[in-house]
């Protein structure tokens, strides 16, 4: 059976779901994969150091690359704009539609659950309600760092996400927790280094999440239902 990470950005997979990518059969979705035209500059890219989107989505393509070419896993780009770039309206049925006409009946789909408290990522959240629209595949959620916050105790936080999603999507899930070995946390870390452009902000914006090494001994999954 295959197995489906969509990834919003290109380091998403690699921060949620770091004990997925040694499996066999497993591809990763870059769903918001697609570079802008020259003339666009954001604040975020210029913050993370790059004047020019169109460069920084091809620094960008280059890092993920790079970063999994030690796993045996084939990349998978979608030409949908990140929101930071797009003028026009994404909806999920856009992304549904895609979707669905490249992940085989019966596969396994990992997903961003999108609904971290101070801030959900529109993209996240598309891809989320795009992941829920998808019928005959097996549908997995992951709790999408930074925007969503894992704390040292794993199983309070899986009950703190059992109930938000209960109360915010009317959705029951059930936790399952992998645990991560102090070998698997070091190359985690490394991994995640490697998306050099992203790295530094990113790992400020979740205070030091992304290296703290009592948050990233195991990953949380939920399966609906």
């Not at 393509?61 to 929101?83: H, P, S, Y």
């Not at 927790?177 to 190359?187: C, P």
């Not at 009592?214 to 949380?220: C, D, P, R, V």
Request: glycine content about 4%; proline content about 4%.
């Amino acid at each position: 059976m295959s197995t489906y990470i969509l990834s919003p950005h290109f380091d998403d997979a690699a921060v949620n779901c770091y004990s997925v990518l040694n499996n066999t059969g497993v591809s990763v979705v870059t769903v918001f994969g697609a570079s802008p035209q020259d003339h666009t500059v954001t604040l975020w890219d210029m913050i993370c150091g790059i004047p020019s989107s169109r460069k920084m989505m091809i620094q960008r393509i280059a890092e993920n690359k790079q970063a999994l070419t030690g796993f045996k896993v084939q990349l998978i780009d979608l030409d949908f704009l990140d929101n930071q770039y797009r003028k026009i309206n994404i909806s999920k049925n856009d992304i549904a539609s895609k979707l669905d006409s490249l992940i085989p009946k019966d596969s396994t789909i990992f997903a961003p659950l999108a609904l971290g408290q101070l801030y959900s990522h529109p993209d996240h959240k598309l891809v989320r309600e795009a992941a829920l629209m998808l019928k005959n595949r097996r549908l997995i959620f992951y709790p999408d760092v930074p925007y969503m916050k894992l704390s040292t105790d794993n199983n309070k936080t899986a009950a703190k996400i059992v109930k938000l999603a209960r109360d915010s999507l009317n959705i029951k899930l059930k936790p399952v927790i992998n645990h991560l070995t102090q070998e698997d946390v070091a190359s985690k870390i490394n991994l995640i280094k490697n998306y050099d452009t992203q790295y530094t902000m990113t790992n400020l914006m979740s205070f030091g999440g992304l290296t703290r090494i009592k948050k990233l001994n195991y990953e949380l999954f939920f399966n609906p239902g």
